[in-house]
Every structure is written in C-alpha cells, then in structure tokens.
C-alpha cells in the first residue's frame, strides 16, 4: 500500500513537470497549410538546433578555449516529407571578398554600403587583422563572422535571384549576433536594395536605415514549400518564429510561431 501511494505521488509530481515542457506554439496562421506543416517539421527540436541548425563542430575559438559551436546556415529541417527544402548554401571566402564584405558592414551599420566608415574602410593589412578577430587567426576554417551565397527565386516571380546572407557573429553564442538576407545586383558586386529592403523585416521599419541598422538578434533562413519560396525570421528579443512571402517586391506576413517555456505558461 505504502508503495503504492508512494508510485502515485511520483505521477502526480511529474505530471505538472511534462505538461509545462517548452514549446513552439503556431499564434498566426493555423489552419494555413505551410504554417501547420512548418510546425509539424519543428516539433521535438531543441530551441538551439531550431534557430542556429542541427549540425555542429568543436572548434578552437581562442588559444586556450575549446567549444562545440553550432553551424549556422545548415540543415533545419528533419527532410520527414519531400515537400520541404532548404537552398544549398555555397560559403564564401571572407578575404576574396573583402570589398563585398565591407558594403555589408556598412549597410546594416548605418544602412548606406558607400558610407566612409574608419572601421571598414581598411588597407590589406587592416582587414586582415580585421578578419582575425572574426576567428581567422585560430581557425582559417571557421570564422564568427561568415558569408553564404545561394540561387534561388525569393520574389516568386520565376526569376531566381543571387540571395547572400551574412551570419555577423554566432547566434546565442556571442554577446550580439545576426544573420541578415540580401540580394545581389546583376553585377555580383553590390547590394541591390530595392530588392533587399522587403527581407529586412525587423523592429522600427520606419525607413531604409531603421529597418537595416535594427537586424541585431534577428536570424533569417530561407525554405521552400512546395515549390514556393518562404523566408523566416527568428527574432531573438522575443523568441518568435515569422514566416513571410515575398510577392511583386512585397513582403507579406504568413506564420508566426512563439517560443514559449515554462515560466511564461
């Protein structure tokens, strides 16, 4: 008997304890086929493999400091049903790179890539040492600060655009990060910021600069459901997953999900 009572205490225990277990709840869009698929192929991740990806790699961030470090940009989505895709991230060389580099720098500091900035506007010798405090000088293979280029049709409008996203520091490792998405021009070589500015959903969209300088703490990734093409935003201030479409160079909320744990039930 004594055990008996002891077994339903247990139960009683730890079911408060299961029924309080963090969540990803879907607020917008239920009912929506994509959000309720998205949703689906969500559940059972980790916070940390949700917003920085499921692959990871022990690296040496310092001298002496050793950390498993997760690879932002990978695969985040468990490929349970073909219908769902991520575009094949190609990464770029930070150095071969360095004037493209330093437009992104100066874009989502002050939201103009010509800006005269003392901090980007370096000889080879400053930007390397620049990219050193980026990881390059304990990791020539991993950096904090990374740059991916894809193809891929953002707009929907059957005309793939070359999309690059810039992962500025390493999401919930570092003391600030972001990963914000923008378009190439034809040339390959600029910003195109008409095409740019509808994936710079983040806080105060108040004009060009705001909506750029405000990309910290806010993750972006793109997927593909069949065959059209989402972008989602992880904003970090408030732990809420948005998915958005683009249409006719017009960004259009469709889902939205929050992160919700224990204490906030």
């Known amino acids: 008997m004594r055990k008996m009572i002891l077994i339903l205490v247990l139960v009683l225990f730890l079911l408060p304890v299961a029924a309080l277990a963090d969540e990803l709840v ?23 493999d949700m917003v920085c990806g499921t692959e990871s790699d022990f690296i040496t961030l310092y001298d002496d400091v050793h950390v498993n470090i997760p690879l932002c940009c990978e695969e985040k989505i468990s490929n349970s049903t073909q219908d769902f895709k991520r575009p094949k991230w190609e990464r770029l060389d930070l150095r071969e790179n ?20 003392k901090i980007t506007d370096l000889d080879d010798n400053a930007f390397n040492e620049f990219t050193k405090l980026t990881g390059l000088r304990y ?12 193809s891929v049709d953002i707009d929907n409008d059957g005309k793939a655009e070359k999309v690059l996203l810039y992962q500025d520091a390493i999401c919930m490792y570092t003391h600030v990060y972001s990963r914000p998405l923008f378009v190439l021009n034809e040339s390959k070589n600029l910003i195109d910021v008409k095409k740019t500015e509808p994936l710079l959903q983040n806080p105060f969209p108040r004009h060009l600069r705001a909506k750029a300088v405000n990309h910290l703490y806010q993750l972006y990734d793109i997927f593909l459901y069949k065959s059209n093409v989402y972008f989602d935003k992880w904003n ?3 732990w809420t997953l948005t998915v958005y479409k683009l249409s006719k160079d017009r960004g259009s909320k469709v889902c939205q999900y929050k992160y919700k744990t224990n204490n906030q039930k």
């Open 26 to 48: 879907l607020v917008k869009g239920k009912g929506v086929e994509v959000c309720e698929a998205y949703h689906k192929e969500l559940q059972g991740m980790s916070l940390q």
């Open 98 to 117: 360095k004037e493209l580099v330093k437009r992104i720098e100066k874009f989502f500091a002050v939201g103009d890539q010509f800006a005269e900035m």
């Open 139 to 150: 990791n020539p293979t991993y950096t904090l600060n990374a740059l991916y280029k894809t």
């Open 236 to 238: 970090v201030y408030d």
